[in-house]
C-alpha cells in the first residue's frame, strides 16, 4: 500500500509491477471513422512540493491547495486511417457549410439565452448517439446532470468511472454568437445554428462539422442509453424526461 505523511511530506509505495499486459478492443469500432487510441496512466498520490516545503520550513501546509498530488502520464497515440474505400460507402456527416447552403442561420446571443439560460437542454452526439444533460445556469455554470456509459473514466468533466448523476460545474459564457465552455484551461466554443426545426451545435474544434443536436426532450426511454442507467432510481429517471 502507498501511504502519504502530510506531517513529514513523504510518502510509501509498496504495490505495482515491472511490466503490466492487457488487450483491448474497440467496441464501438467504426472502420469509416478516423480514429485514434492511447493509454493514461495514473501515479499513486504524493505529496505536493507546498507539503514538502511546509515541513522543511517547520510550518504547516496551506489549506488552500490540495496536500497531494497524483501525476499523470499519456502513451504515444495510435492513429487509424480508413481505407478510402470505407470513407467513399460512409454516411456524409452535418457541415457548417452544409447547413448554411440549405439557409440555416447561427444564434445571436440574445436567441442562445433565450434557448439555454436557466434551463436544461438534452445534447446527443450526431456520430456516436451518445446523449448528455446539460444544465445552463444563470450565474455561468453549466452543469453535466447524466452522463451515458460511454464514459468510463475520471476526465476533465468529473470522475465519470460510475455513470448517472454527476453535478460537474463548468463555466461558461455567451458572446460573439457562441457558448464558450471551460474545460479546465481549455475554452470550448459552440455554434448553434438553426435547421429544419432542430438546434444543430458546431464545436470549434471539429473542423467544420457540425455534431450535436440540442434539445429539451430528453430520450423515449432512458433506459436504452446504458446498462449503467439501471441504477438510476425511479424518481431521477423520471425527472430526466421533465423540461426543465
Known amino acids: 500500500m502507498y501511504t502519504v505523511d502530510i506531517d513529514t511530506g513523504t510518502y510509501t509505495n509498496s ?55 497524483q501525476e499523470r502520464a499519456w502513451a504515444s497515440p495510435i492513429w487509424y486511417t480508413p481505407a478510402a474505400s470505407a470513407l467513399k460507402a460512409a454516411p456524409a456527416g452535418t457541415t457548417v457549410a452544409s447547413l448554411t447552403a440549405k439557409g440555416a442561420a447561427a444564434l445571436t446571443d440574445a436567441e442562445l439565452k433565450t434557448l439555454l439560460v436557466g434551463k436544461a437542454m438534452w445534447i446527443r452526439n450526431t456520430v456516436t448517439n451518445g446523449m448528455t444533460k446539460v444544465r445552463y445556469d444563470e450565474t455561468g455554470n453549466a452543469v453535466a446532470l447524466y452522463v451515458g456509459d460511454r464514459a468510463l473514466l475520471p476526465s476533465d468533466t468529473g470522475d465519470l468511472s460510475a455513470t448517472s448523476y454527476h453535478t460537474v460545474p463548468a463555466p461558461y459564457s455567451i458572446a460573439n454568437g457562441k457558448v464558450v465552455t471551460m474545460f479546465g484551461n481549455t475554452p470550448l466554443e459552440m455554434t448553434l445554428y438553426r435547421a429544419d426545426g432542430k438546434y444543430i451545435g458546431a464545436r470549434s474544434n471539429e473542423f467544420g462539422y457540425a455534431n450535436y443536436e440540442y434539445t429539451v426532450q430528453g430520450p423515449a426511454d432512458l433506459f436504452d442509453l446504458g446498462k449503467a442507467a ?15
Open 15 to 69: 504495490v505495482g509491477s515491472p511490466e503490466l499486459k492487457t488487450t483491448w478492443t474497440d467496441p464501438d469500432f467504426d472502420a469509416s471513422l478516423h480514429a485514434f487510441y492511447y493509454a493514461r496512466v495514473l501515479e499513486i498520490p504524493t505529496p505536493r512540493w507546498t507539503t514538502i516545503q511546509a515541513h522543511e520550513m517547520g510550518i504547516v501546509p496551506p489549506d488552500t491547495v490540495p496536500a497531494t498530488v
Open 230 to 244: 439501471a441504477n438510476i432510481p425511479k424518481d431521477q429517471a423520471s425527472e430526466l424526461h421533465a423540461k426543465e
